[in-house]
């Protein structure tokens, strides 16, 4: 990332802040100065948090903007055969 940093006149660095689905990083994110200096790169995982973890110390959609696509990521939501329907 020292390219990085001589394009754009500033110290660069990256924190990689991984664990609890993606929310461990996201948090420190979210708690950040809004200084324009921190941005958080992360997986389509990030959204999917806000409906898997009941009390998460931020809002997905509230305290995050987007910049950018990085990549299209298929998911695939799969289960045993003999496991149970059900009904909504």
């Known amino acids: ?3 990085v940093g001589r394009q754009i006149g500033q110290t660069f660095v990256i924190e990689n802040k991984g664990g609890a689905g993606t929310t461990l990083g996201s948090n420190l994110t979210a708690r950040s100065d809004p200084d324009g200096y921190t941005i958080l790169f992360n ?19 509230d305290d995050f903007a987007p910049i950018s696509a990085i990549a299209d990521i298929p998911f695939v ?12």
Not at 77 to 88: D, E, F, H, M
């Open 1 to 3: 990332m020292d390219q």
């Open 43 to 61: 997986s389509a995982s990030h959204v999917v948090v806000a409906s898997t973890y009941v009390n998460l110390p931020y809002s997905v959609a």
């Open 77 to 88: 939501v799969a289960t045993t055969a003999n496991t149970k329907t059900l009904r909504i």
